[in-house]
T-cell receptor
């Protein structure tokens, strides 16, 4: 079965510093997508960044970047120059290729706190 | 281009009542997904619909829960005879590919 695992329930970072959130996954697909979503206190799910597995280059969106290691099935999110507004729950997700290929499978999330 | 709309944002029901949650997908999106989020947990898939069709309802409880996405109008998630365990945030997402865009969610509280 396809799985997504986030092993860090909580993380903390000092404002302006860098933090890395971990995610591992398991899939039998050779080409697939991976996503990081942010859920602030408003609870709105916001897509932060996406990675296509066939692309060698790690995805980057402004201060957010990923470290995608396909062989290790690892997909970590790096947040540089952390800001107070980055405080949120972060969820790693992957499409359910074993099912109807529509729904996303989410990890349990990492709660990120940013200290001023 | 308006995002995914959900209403109501908050819904309070007494045990035994019915809850109806509505979702309007983004313009041009024909795929709708419903997810449930219990406190301190990630989102869990419930059902995947296209216009007038249920594609995958493998995540939805067999009893009391139903979903539809009619030709006209929003998608509806219906929970009959609600129980306290149904209290959760219910999110709708729409897509035209693998990338899904989420609505703000409906927080259901069963008293």
């Amino acid at each position: 079965a396809q799985t997504v695992t986030q092993s860090q329930p909580e993380m903390s970072v000092q404002e302006a510093e860098t933090v890395t959130l971990s995610c591992t996954y398991d899939t039998s697909e050779s080409d697939y997508y991976l996503f990081w979503y942010k859920q602030p206190p408003s609870r709105q799910m916001i897509l932060v960044i996406r990675q296509e597995a066939y692309k060698q280059q790690n995805a980057t969106e402004n201060r957010f970047s990923v470290n995608f290691q396909k062989a290790a099935k690892s997909f970590s999110l790096k947040i540089s120059d952390s800001q107070l507004g980055d405080a949120a729950m972060y969820f790693c997700a992957s499409p359910n290729y074993g099912g109807s290929q529509g729904n996303l499978i989410f990890g349990k999330g990492t709660k990120l706190s940013v200290k001023p | 281009n308006a995002g995914v709309m959900q209403n109501p944002r908050h819904l309070v029901r007494r045990r035994g009542q019915e809850a109806r949650l509505r979702c309007s997908p983004m313009k041009g999106h024909s795929h709708v997904y419903w997810y449930r989020q219990l406190p301190e947990e990630g989102l869990k898939f419930m059902v995947y619909l296209q216009k007038e069709n249920i594609i995958d309802e493998s995540g939805m409880p067999k009893e009391r829960f139903s979903a539809e996405f009619p030709k006209e109008g929003p998608s509806i998630l219906r929970i009959q005879q609600v129980v306290r365990g149904d209290s959760a945030a219910y999110f709708c997402a729409s897509s035209i590919g693998y990338e899904q865009y989420f609505g703000p969610g409906t927080r259901l509280t069963v008293t």
